[in-house]
């Protein structure tokens, strides 16, 4: 069976230093903002973007074109990855009375980051005050009111149906309507 050259590109990026350069390049800033939206610490979204990358090489071979976007799945790894170590936070939190320990960044990376972090605080609020919605209904929210992903790609990333996705971010955001100062945030079609 012939392999189509649309699936043979992104996986191209494990094998070819040169394609993940330019991959890296080319999503470097999407990553990095996608982590700051939901991450406070400047040192934990250096550690999760270089994470989100080396799951790329693993994965690039499961990238499928007709599935939707490159950027919907880079996002679906970042989700992945970001939802892989919340879960090994807590468990070293019930394991442990403190965390120990940070990896060393220079003074300009922990500066960029945090300017990084301040600039994403009123995406941070917003994804706050939609914590009381259920977890697919905030992911998806996110994704498409905060993250600029059309509901087809958020539907991607998060392994749904895009008709589902449609009806699900309706009702999450008639349910947020009443919340004050969210909705010029929370606002627009997609």
Same mark, same amino acid.
């Given at each position: 069976m012939p392999v189509r050259r649309d699936r043979m590109g992104l996986a191209d990026i494990a094998r070819d230093p040169e394609a993940f350069e330019g991959f890296y390049r080319r999503h470097f800033d999407a990553v990095t903002r996608f982590l700051a939206r939901r991450v406070e610490d400047p040192h934990l979204v250096a550690d999760l973007t270089a994470n989100v990358f080396l799951a790329v090489l693993d994965s690039a071979h499961t990238y499928r074109s007709d599935r939707g976007s490159?950027?919907?799945?880079?996002?679906?790894?970042?989700?992945?990855?970001?939802?892989? %170590?919340?879960? @090994?936070? *807590?468990?070293?939190?019930? !394991?442990?009375?403190?965390?120990?320990? +940070?990896? =060393? #960044?220079?003074?300009?990376?922990?500066?960029?980051?945090?300017?990084?972090?301040?600039?994403? %605080?009123?995406? @941070?609020? *917003?994804?706050?005050?939609? !914590?009381?919605?259920?977890?697919?209904? +905030?992911? =998806? #929210?996110?994704?498409?009111?905060?993250?600029?992903?059309?509901?087809?790609e958020a539907a991607v990333v998060l392994g749904i149906r895009q008709g589902t996705a449609r009806v699900r971010l309706h009702?999450?955001? +008639?349910?947020?309507?009443?919340?004050?100062?969210?909705?010029?945030?929370?606002?627009?079609?997609?």
């Open positions: 490159e950027i919907a799945w880079l996002f679906g790894v970042t989700r992945n990855t970001l939802l892989a %170590e919340q879960r @090994r936070a *807590a468990r070293e939190l019930r !394991a442990t009375s403190r965390i120990a320990g +940070r990896r =060393l #960044l220079d003074g300009d990376d922990v500066a960029r980051l945090e300017e990084r972090i301040d600039a994403e %605080e009123p995406a @941070r609020r *917003a994804l706050a005050a939609i !914590a009381g919605l259920p977890e697919l209904d +905030r992911a =998806l #929210l996110g994704l498409v009111a905060v993250d600029g992903l059309t509901t087809a009702r999450a955001r +008639r349910s947020i309507q009443q919340l004050p100062g969210v909705m010029p945030v929370m606002g627009g079609t997609k």
